[in-house]
């Protein structure tokens, strides 16, 4: 038996799974990895463009998945370009998700283990996600975007709460001049930006659980003008309070920058942990996505079934965690795993949707 | 019986999943809540340590004093009266920060956590001769300490003012407090956090820290230290009235008061900021820069010492305005000549307006700004407001 493909979700489960998957580790580290490509404040520019761009690429793939109602990419996949070659672009599809999802745990284990819980082994921080991962995503998909569901007004009340508090340390001049050096450093933070911010390959298995496919462009568009929302907030912040010569010095800049103010009229004097705990909420979001579509893919491609799959990955996902050596490897990993993004997500959409369309492949 | 298993289980998580695996009880940690740092100076207590054997190869770089606040209820039977303290200090030297906090441990049971740490006084004979990336590099890479704390330098010794506070206070907090009484002085310069002294360092551009000193028993907010783009280093001070003027000339100020004597009467002539705001203009002519300072502000007569009696009328106000406006001029002239001429140290952010207005002109000067900065001429306008008298409509008798 295959993935059980009953499950139908809506069209704001969609938009929310989409979201919850496009937010991960990257707001942590983009003011960073932007500045320093652009090198001035113009990056928050370099956001909203490939927010738009996204919105272009998550088109694309959406229209190739409607022409295939209730199938995924994994199935889909060996009518558009034939059965030996999709099986590869399948299998790659399904371990760039299992990349992702080691990735991001890794980031949370890097993150945890040096801000929130210094002393706690790794293993452990990771034991926990795994388990709780697994036993989230054995419920199906629609466990999964209840779980989003769920913790977006904690995560989202949270992060708009002490993006606002940050505003004590905001100047608007550290933001100033726009442009001034031309498109230049516009157009060169828009691949770190685009590394972080590759959002349409979740529609690639979201569209097939779709009640009402028709609608996807909605997913596309809200998924990501939402998305968008927090990556803008996170590098005008960052940026506002260090300077574009600050933030560069920064590992973590978001994470620096709500470190870096004092609350006395409020209950909580520091709000750190607060938004550590739940952006690794919203990491395991990312995680339990990117962990389900790879055990879909394997599924699928392999004809095993869907449970066992995602029991096999699971010391494999853990493997691929460990294998940068530093901080350095990771950011390297992340780094790798969007120039990945960029070709598989980015460019090859569109080729494969011109050979559908002539080789009339799908509705 | 499988309800009764599930009840077990649930007893059993209640044990295994409840507490925190890095935890530490409160009483049992030493929490930092300032630091001092001064040139290597040892005190009586490290003298006499080494003295018995207890030291390590080291340059004697500096003194690390840290103050840690004792926990309520951790000191056994506390004496009533002002001989309680509710904190103490620990000095380290050492060539490292972190090797002085390291060393600390082999003084003391508790563990230090930086959580709390409100402030980082750096003495002046230090910030002279070691850079001030290098005395903050740890406490910016550090997980614990925040990247909020203030940082000051002091003209004396650093250590003495962590040692100043009344009964019952605490150094650190007092110090910490004292940047909320912008709103009543206006010779207090803005707290000045970790998180904004990143970017200047790594732009090599100026920028002033509070300066605090110690006398006795009691510490006090006394002018600024500036610290030079290029080199790092504390390159000088302005004192008191030339903090006044750079508040005038920055707009920084959140209250406070004006002080002159009027001219014509020979009176004293008291003025209460309640606003203040100024704007920089960079003009480019020619590639020749200028700079545009605008200052404006509204406030009241807190003192009016003028003979007589008299009805405080439209045409006294002007008069009066006047005459403030020429001393706030005068502030501001004094404390240009001194950024300009003596400390050659841009930290009124004129480099700032002239990077936002004319960037082409600006990638082309920021390399030796600093320089450049105090041959550049600048005209001034001051216009003050006198909103209202108080209480009192008329002069002093």
């Not at chain 1, 938009?15 to 003011?31: E, H, R």
């Not at chain 1, 933001?175 to 770190?192: N, Q, S």
């Amino acid at each position: 038996m295959q993935a059980k493909l009953k499950d139908r979700i809506t069209t704001t489960e969609a938009v929310i799974i989409n979201v919850n998957y496009v937010l991960a580790a990257g707001v942590l580290t983009l003011p960073r990895t932007a500045v320093e490509a652009a090198g001035t404040s113009d990056v928050w520019i370099s956001v909203i463009l490939c927010g738009l761009l996204a919105m272009v690429t998550g088109a694309v793939i959406a229209k190739l998945s409607q022409r295939f109602p209730g199938r995924t990419f994994f199935e889909y996949i060996r009518f558009i370009i034939g059965k030996p070659l999709g099986f590869l672009l399948g299998i790659s599809v399904a371990a760039y998700f299992l990349s992702i999802a080691s990735f991001e745990m890794r980031t949370v284990q890097e993150i945890t283990g040096f801000y929130l819980l210094e002393g706690t082994p790794s293993w452990a921080i990771c034991a926990l996600f795994l388990w709780v991962a697994l036993y989230l995503c054995l419920g199906g998909i629609n466990a999964v975007a209840r779980m989003c569901r769920l913790i977006i007004p904690i995560a989202w009340g949270i992060f708009l709460g002490v993006s606002l508090l940050s505003l004590e340390i905001f100047d608007l001049n550290n933001l100033r001049p726009v442009m001034a050096e031309g498109v230049g450093p516009v157009w060169r933070a828009l691949r770190p930006t685009a590394l972080t911010f590759t959002a349409g390959e979740s529609l690639l298995f979201l569209v097939a659980f779709m009640d009402k496919p028709k609608k996807v462009m909605q997913v596309v568009v809200g998924g990501n003008a939402i998305a968008m929302v927090f990556y803008l907030a996170a590098v005008v912040l960052s940026i506002g309070a260090f300077s574009t010569d600050g933030v560069i010095t920064r590992t973590w800049p978001f994470v620096d920058l709500i470190r870096s103010f004092d609350v006395s009229y409020l209950v909580f004097e520091r709000f750190e942990s607060l938004l550590l705990a739940i952006w690794i909420l919203q990491i395991f979001c990312t995680f339990c996505i990117a962990y389900y579509g790879a055990a879909l893919g394997v599924s699928q491609l392999l004809n095993i079934k869907f449970k066992h799959c995602l029991y096999g990955l699971l010391p494999l996902i853990y493997i691929v965690a460990e294998i940068p050596r530093s901080i350095n490897g990771l950011f390297m990993m992340g780094n790798e795993i969007g120039n990945w993004a960029l070709i598989v997500f980015g460019i090859l959409p569109l080729p494969l949707l011109v050979v559908a369309y002539f080789r009339r492949a799908g509705a | 019986m499988k309800r009764r298993i599930l009840w077990l289980l649930l007893l059993i998580q209640c044990l295994l999943l409840s507490g925190c695996w890095s935890s530490s009880a409160i009483e049992d940690l030493n929490m930092e809540v300032g630091v001092a740092l001064d040139i290597a100076d040892e005190t009586e207590v490290e003298e006499k340590l080494k003295a018995a054997g207890g030291s390590y190869p080291q340059q004697h770089r500096f003194s690390c004093t840290f103050q840690f606040i004792v926990p309520q209820g951790a000191v056994g039977s506390k004496k009533e009266g002002s001989q309680s303290k509710n904190f103490y200090n620990m000095t380290e030297t050492g060539d490292s920060v972190f090797e002085a906090v390291r060393e600390l441990s082999l003084r003391t049971n508790r563990v230090p956590i930086g959580h709390h740490m409100k402030i980082i006084i750096i003495g002046e004979k230090l910030a002279r001769t070691v850079t001030l990336s290098e005395l903050t590099d740890f406490f910016s890479r550090d997980n614990d300490i925040r990247p909020s704390v203030l940082l000051l330098v002091s003209k004396g010794k650093a250590r003495d003012v962590l040692n100043n506070a009344l009964p019952g206070q605490t150094p650190a907090f007092v110090v910490e407090g004292i940047f909320g009484n912008q709103n009543r002085n206006s010779r207090i310069w803005q707290p000045v956090p970790l998180t904004k002294v990143l970017g200047p360092l790594h732009s090599k551009s100026s920028f002033v820290l509070q300066n605090i000193i110690s006398s006795g028993s009691e510490s006090k907010f006394a002018g600024v230290g500036v610290i030079k783009g290029k080199t790092g280093l504390l390159g000088g001070f302005l004192d008191e009235s030339q903090l006044e003027g750079l508040i005038w000339l920055t707009g920084k100020g959140q209250g406070g008061f004006l002080k002159t004597k009027d001219p014509e009467t020979g009176k004293l002539l008291n003025y209460e900021i309640k606003s203040m705001d100024s704007t920089i203009k960079a003009n480019v002519k020619d590639g020749e820069i200028s700079f545009e300072v605008k200052v404006e502000s509204a406030g009241r007569f807190a003192e009016v010492f003028d003979p007589g009696g008299e009805r405080l009328d439209e045409a006294i106000i002007r008069r009066k305005e006047k005459v403030l406006q020429d001393h706030a001029e005068g502030l501001i002239r004094g404390t240009m000549n001194q950024i300009q001429h003596e400390l050659h140290a841009d930290v009124a952010g004129f480099g700032t307006s002239l990077r936002i207005h004319h960037p082409a002109i600006w990638r082309k000067v920021k390399e030796d700004w600093d320089e450049t900065f105090s041959a550049i001429p600048v005209t001034y306008k001051v216009k003050l407001n006198i909103e209202e008298y108080g209480a009192s409509g008329t002069s002093a008798e």
